[in-house]
């Protein structure tokens, strides 16, 4: 079996505002071509058509080289081999960020394809299902007043969610109504649902701190991003001083990042994004970092149902997976890009056990409607 084109599809909505944190409003995915007619697709996280340059790059030389001429021809079933190739073939403009964004991509692509070529799920052939179904928690950015935050937590609450995360919009810019916006959802959904805080890099150590004193009594389960993803000395004063669970990650890609954040940071949860930290491959190698630490991980995802899908497949296949997060964003990229969407229920994703590769299928017309390329 041998792939024969690798293809970059931009997703744009028309109306997107980059303004607001809000990855669901443009994507950048992969598809795999092969000679035996099968297509696996994945997605990348960051700047598409940054990403879209280390794809389509033509070869320079040995060590810069976009990923498509490293690809072409080449077996896809022979992932790990393939991850390494198109790392020492990056490494120039690569070892972190767009170049290994972009291999990300491509690994979910090649686990999409692994899975439809031997007919079972992704999870399955990553080494096995170690959860059917796991918690996934309603990720929404916080509302601007803290009436809006009490109805968006019970819209959540009801729709079965059994753990909520309000991330960046106003936190940070006023202590006060940091505080009032966590009292009032408290007040609007009680204590049996867990509520995460996404800081969105808001504050330095000092105020970190006296924020985390403020969640610590509204029994926030973490407080994600408070400070700069370079102040590694901060997070570890951070992570010491407070009984707060502290959360990151999501920016950083390559295993080595989340070794300094486990070993320097002192981090208690990391979020991988699989669409940007290296795709399921290196994800795994970096959840059993964690699970050797004792620490937590769970995966960050805020794009589309591809993601998703591939978040799911990750949890269900590492020993340490219990948790992950779940865009509540209505953008039709979030919402329509793929058909037989994973399920939802009750508070829990449902691995899709009965199909091959991701399960997930392009939905055609929506793609060419929102397609830029
Ligand atoms: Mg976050």
Known sequence: ?????????????????AEKCDGTQDTLL?????????????EIDSAPLVVKAVVDAPASHSIA??????????????????????????IYFGRSGPAI??????????????????????CEMMGGIFN????????????????????????????GYKAIKFGWGPIGKDPKLDEQLIKEIRGAIGYDIDVMIDAGLAWDLKGALRMAAVYEQY????????????????????????????AGGEQESGRMAFQRLLDEGHLDIIQPDLARCGG???????????????????????????????????????????????????????????????????GYVHVPETKAGLGVAIDEKVLEKYRVN
Do not use: C
């Not at 990923?67 to 896809?76: A, D, F, K, V, Y």
């Not at 400070?227 to 000395?233: F, K, T, V, W, Y």
């Open 30 to 42: 992969i598809r795999i071509h092969t000679d035996e007619g099968i297509t696996g697709v994945g």
């Open 219 to 246: 029994k926030v389960y973490w407080l994600e991003e408070p400070l700069h993803s370079n102040d590694i000395a901060g997070y570890r004063e951070l992570s010491d001083r407070t009984s707060l669970l502290i």
């Open 101 to 122: 964004h972009a291999i990300s991509g491509v690994d979910i692509a090649l686990w999409d394809i692994v899975g439809q070529v031997t007919k079972r799920p992704v």
């Open 65 to 90: 080289t976009g990923l498509r001429s490293l690809l072409i021809g080449e077996n896809p079933m022979e992932i790990e081999r393939l991850w390494d190739k198109m790392y020492k073939g990056t």
């Open 1 to 17: 079996m041998k792939i024969t084109e690798v293809e970059t599809v931009y997703l744009r909505l028309p109306d997107l505002d």
């Open 132 to 159: 059917r179904r796991i918690k996934a928690y309603a990720s929404l950015l916080m509302p601007d007043t803290p009436r809006e935050a009490a109805a968006a937590a019970e819209r959540f609450a009801q729709q």
């Open 280 to 346: 399921l491959t290196e994800g795994k190698r970096i959840a059993y970092m964690a699970y050797d630490r004792h620490k937590k991980v769970v995966p960050h995802a805020f794009k589309t149902g591809v993601l998703v899908a591939a978040s799911t497949h990750f949890a269900a296949a590492i020993p340490n997976g219990f948790l992950m997060e779940h865009t509540v964003s209505d953008s039709p990229l979030a919402r329509d890009l793929v058909e037989y969407p994973i399920v939802f229920k009750d």
